[in-house]
């Protein structure tokens, strides 16, 4: 399926550089610096964690900083070239595992491992005790000390963790420490299909049930950064066929999952179902004071006004985190264009519904496919022609949607027209951007394809209707600006000036590259 011989050098570029970032390349917060327009950490770090009242002894921390997890640091690196590269390698916008722990600890090729065993016995037999018991702080302060690089728990115990402890528990505190030992586990025993603690179904009924869980965002963080590990390592080994994305959000086999995370997503951004107001409380808990009192500060004063309010701080994360599962369902499979086709035909009639536009721009900036940002809005251009064209997305069918749009979406009554023409001009600069990220990026290429090209130095391919004149650009600006004329009274609002001045830049700056 993969052609190891011509990949060769990316294996070994990613060893060097993709997987083992140095020191040097790590700002204070230990995220890595240099790479263009990477998205947010996954896993922030969880409030401190402070010391149990009961029998456990010690902290997480302390744990955390045990013999077994303080390695050697990898010496900065010199080879100006991997890092040159490596800024151009652009098939998968992110730079791996982002873990509380270990951030700059060296590689497994540097420090040989053998092969972890299970925790021996006589511990776990501690261990579960204190599960019958129902001694959660005993139980994880025993999980805490015994696990090591050496020794890694059973599956049942990190399902129990799951489960019966960060999906059931209403304190804090619990739920952070249970979430600080599964990323710990994570780290190092990275989940696989055959050790991951979790499956759809406990996810599904996650996201769906109706009830508060305290810890369901927290789970949420867990459930992707198992599917990061995952899928770099086995894009790192040229078999993504076998990683946990492939099992469970594959566009060729499992679509129906896919088709539940979209329903996540848009619940999510429109405030809808398990994510609402009422959960608030627990979205002050994960802030800092500071940013805690601009939250509050910026919430709207009546539940009305808040249902046509941008998404709040947790419905956010929980964004992102969707987001980034959708980006793992276009790259899986062999064909990102096939794959990014099918999931916008599934958000396409969503979008449509979506009656606030600050909640549309959420859906549509946070998207980290490009190449599906580009097939949605394509078709939401194409909708809104009052001629509908058969040209490919290109350049030339760009400037056909500027001169032929109509406002968006009909529906919306008490905005003004002005606005929905904004609006419209806004998502077209969008899909520009979109357009030449998937271009000059090779996005429509498999994975295993786009290192090749990458590392050829392939020039993007353009296609014949990509051939546009800044004449053209000068001219159909012109015809837009008389369509406004018609429809808006002069003189033409701030908005609408700018929003077409820029789209004109745009297409200038792509038309002299």
Not at 111 to 133: A, G, N, Y
Not at 387 to 400: A, E, F, G, Q
Not at 495 to 509: D, G, R
Request: net charge neutral.
């Amino acid at each position: 399926m993969y052609n190891r011989d011509s990949s060769s050098r990316a294996s070994t570029q990613l060893d060097q550089v993709l997987f083992s970032p140095s020191p040097s390349s790590l700002d204070s917060n230990g995220s890595t610096c240099g790479i263009e327009e990477l998205p947010p950490r996954l896993s922030p770090a969880p409030a401190s964690i402070t010391e149990s009242p009961r029998k456990a002894k010690g902290t997480f921390l302390e744990a955390c900083g045990s013999q077994e997890a303080r390695q050697r640091v990898t010496p900065a690196r010199t080879n100006v070239d991997s890092m040159v590269w490596l800024n151009k390698l652009r098939y998968f916008r992110r730079s791996g595992v982002q873990h509380l722990f270990f951030h700059g600890t060296a590689s497994d090729k540097e420090t040989p491992q053998r092969k972890p065993k299970l925790i021996p016995s006589s511990k776990m037999s501690m261990v579960r005790t204190t599960m019958e018991e129902n001694f959660l702080e005993g139980t994880l302060h025993f999980l805490s000390d015994f696990i090591s690089r050496q020794h890694c728990p059973p599956k049942e115990i990190i399902s129990h963790l799951i489960r019966q402890i960060l999906l059931n528990s209403d304190q804090e505190e619990i739920l952070q420490n249970t979430y600080t030992l599964l990323m710990k586990i994570q780290m190092l025993h990275p989940a696989n299909t055959a050790t991951v603690g979790w499956d759809w179904t406990l996810l599904k009924y996650t996201m769906e049930n109706q009830e508060k869980l305290p810890g369901r965002l927290l789970f949420l963080q867990y459930v992707v950064q198992t599917l990061e590990d995952d899928f770099q390592q086995n894009l790192r080994l040229h078999l993504l066929q076998k990683s946990i994305t492939k099992k469970v959000l594959s566009c060729d086999t499992c679509f129906s999952n896919v088709k539940e995370v979209v329903e996540w997503l848009v619940a999510v951004v429109t405030g809808t179902r398990f994510f609402q107001l009422q959960e608030r409380t627990q979205e002050t808990t994960c802030l800092s004071a500071g940013t805690e009192r601009s939250l509050s500060a910026a919430q709207p004063a009546s539940t009305d006004q808040a249902e046509l309010a941008p998404p709040t701080f947790f419905a956010q994360k929980a964004m992102l985190l969707l987001q980034r599962m959708l980006s793992f369902a276009v790259e899986v499979d062999r064909s990102p264009n096939c794959s990014s086709c099918k999931i916008a035909d599934v958000i396409f009639p969503f979008i449509l519904n979506i009656p606030v536009r600050s909640q549309r721009e959420a859906l549509l900036n946070t998207m980290e496919s490009n190449l599906l940002r580009c097939k949605l809005l394509e078709m939401i251009f194409q909708h809104s022609c009052d001629v509908p064209t058969n040209l490919p997305l290109s350049l030339s069918k760009i400037l056909y949607f500027l001169g032929h749009s109509s406002v968006l979406l009909q529906y919306q009554d008490g905005v003004a027209t002005w606005q929905k023409w904004d609006e419209l001009l806004q998502y077209l600069s969008l899909l520009l951007l979109s357009y030449q990220n998937v271009i000059s990026e090779h996005l429509r290429s498999s994975l295993s394809e786009r290192m090749d090209l990458i590392i050829q130095k392939a020039k993007p391919k353009l296609q014949d209707d990509d051939d546009i004149s800044q004449l053209d650009i000068h001219l159909k600006i012109k015809d837009f600006l008389g369509r406004m004329e018609q429809v808006l009274e002069q003189p033409f609002p701030v908005q609408i000036k700018e929003k077409v001045c820029m789209l004109k830049k745009l297409l200038l700056v792509v038309t002299a590259t």
